[in-house]
């Protein structure tokens, strides 16, 4: 049995909008992620799907798109006053595992900003969802629990905490260091919390990249100087840029008593780099598409509201405590 989780609670990745239409265009790209209503298509664009795809030209390996593929570019593009300028793409629909409807991937490119979300499509063509479709005979915790992978990933904490939140994140992202903030002045209070920390540098941020190999870089030279560099970081995100991130990640690791000829050769290393990209495809496993999220005993929380953190701590310690007959 299925039913559809329709909540507005995905954010969109946050912009630094520098100029108003910068933020106007990001408005538009987050609200369609956003987007949780049952949409009925209407009978202009389920015209397009009464004939079949033009056939794939065998002089091109580029397979056209398919009537219900242009259906949905189209209403979407018509419902948000997208033009040429924003590149939208849609997956061809396959079979999901709700009955009835088909799943699509819609991604949305505009200069440097990106978004990609999920929708479900009747069969028919007439009805567009975007939601996440919850299958309420398995234990949801449990699968996200098993699919996040922590080998090899910072932590911070009690080995044996009842509590674990992974968290990942962008060291660029305005609204991670916001979560950083939160975590440093809420953690004190709750000893069954550890923290596991997971790279996902988002490709609209110049310097998130070099930031999060200079984190990879000090864990594995010593695991404990990792959140030396990850509070150095984030304390002082204002005053890093593209063009002396490098040399500030250098100052970082020398602050926290790390080899800085190691740490430099690490920087410049492949295995750095696949490290940060493990981080970052295990992320997209997880459907994560914007930071910070984070995965508290497995249940899913996107921003950095400290009042719901603390909700989901609360709730899984008394879960945890021990029931009176």
Known sequence: MKRFNTELTEAGTPFEAQDKQRARRRMTLCGILVLSAVMCLPAWLQAQNAGSAPAASKSTAVTPPTALQKSVESYLRHLYALGPSVQLTVSVPKDSEVPGLLETNVDLKDGENSQAAKFYVSKDGKYLVRGEALDLSKDPLAENRSRIQIKDAPVLGDAKATITLVEFSDFECPVCRSLHDVLRGMLPNYPQVRVVFKDFPLDMHPWARTAALA???????????????????????????????????????????????????????????????????????????????????????????????????????????????
């Open 215 to 325: 984190g990879r870089c000090a864990y594995q030279q010593d695991p404990t100087a990792f959140w030396k560099v990850y509070d150095a970081i984030y304390d002082q995100q204002e005053v890093i840029s593209a063009s002396n991130a490098w040399s500030k990640m250098m100052d970082f690791a020398t602050q926290a008593g790390l080899n800085s000829d190691g740490f430099k050769a690490c920087m410049a290393s492949a295995e750095a780099g696949a490290a940060v990209d493990a981080s970052r495809a295990n992320g997209q496993q997880l459907e994560v598409n914007s930071t910070p999220t984070m995965f508290v005993n497995g249940r899913r929380l996107i921003g950095a509201d400290p009042h719901a953190l603390e909700q989901y701590i609360q709730y899984e310690l008394a879960q945890q405590k021990p029931t009176k007959n």
